[in-house]
T-cell receptor, first 116, second 114 residues
Framework: GAVVSQHPSRVICKSGTSVKIECRSLDFQATTMFWYRQFPKKSLMLMAT?????????EQGVEKDKFLINHASLTLSTLTVTSAHPEDSSFYIC????????????FGPGTRLTVL | RKEVEQDPGPFNVPEGATVAFNCTYSNSASQSFFWYRQDCRKEPKLLMSVYSSGNEDGRFTAQLNRASQYISLLIRDSKLSDSATYLC???????????????FGQGTILTVHP
């Protein structure tokens, strides 16, 4: 299957700082990328869907000004958690899909964010 | 009602046991169905897609019942390495605003013990 990378894999930051997470599709063009959040022992919750070159579509209850998503190229999407607070601590996972991947979603390895 | 509901578990079974997970979905227009496996602190990995005719991959069998809106996963001859969280996922209808979106169930923890 296709490969999706995420960076960083783990980040610890102080409350009030902003954190940027990168999601890259390494061997296919990702026309769509999805960002999920997963709290301990809970399921993956979709935060937003981003299509290359256009604004992301956010799920209900997800603040677009707090979780900034940029999908400027067919291989890169970024999620910026602005002014992070301890309640933002979670496992953030991206997935990518595109015509070359038969629209199957391939998941990145996830980023574990801890806000102190 | 949640869009996708799954057996809460956890399931603790001995090696060699057969275990079944069920998952129901609320949107009758859903197009595609999947089972994922997620190991602790890792991303979910696709285990198998679920087709209307049912499909089998080795010890794993997946079934879809569109009339009752549920999918199931059967694991035969459980191995220690099958211990993981199993998530069902449903993909939205083609062309709708939910197209391409995967909605996951809450996951069922399976522990296979010696």
């Amino acid at each position: 299957g296709a490969v999706v990378s995420q960076h960083p894999s783990r980040v610890i930051c102080k409350s009030g700082t902003s954190v940027k997470i990168e999601c890259r599709s390494l061997d296919f063009q990702a026309t769509t990328m999805f960002w999920y959040r997963q709290f301990p022992k809970k399921s993956l919750m979709l935060m937003a869907t981003s299509n290359e070159g256009s604004k992301a579509t956010y799920e209900q209850g997800v603040e677009k000004d707090k979780f900034l998503i940029n999908h400027a190229s067919l291989t890169l999407s970024t999620l910026t958690v602005t002014s992070a607070h301890p309640e933002d601590s979670s496992f953030y996972i991206c997935s990518a899909s595109g015509w070359t991947s038969n629209n199957e979603q391939f998941f990145g390895p996830g980023t574990r964010l801890t806000v102190l | 009602r949640k869009e996708v509901e799954q057996d809460p578990g956890p399931f603790n079974v001995p090696e060699g046991a057969t275990v079944a997970f069920n998952c129901t979905y609320s949107n009758s227009a859903s197009q595609s169905f999947f089972w994922y496996r997620q190991d602790c602190r890792k991303e979910p990995k696709l285990l198998m897609s679920v087709y209307s005719s049912g499909n089998e991959d080795g010890r794993f069998t997946a079934q879809l019942n569109r009339a009752s809106q549920y999918i199931s996963l059967l694991i035969r001859d459980s191995k220690l390495s099958d211990s993981a969280t199993y998530l069902c996922a449903v993909k939205g209808q083609t062309g709708g605003t939910s197209y391409g979106k995967l909605t996951f169930g809450q996951g069922t923890i399976l522990t296979v013990h010696p």
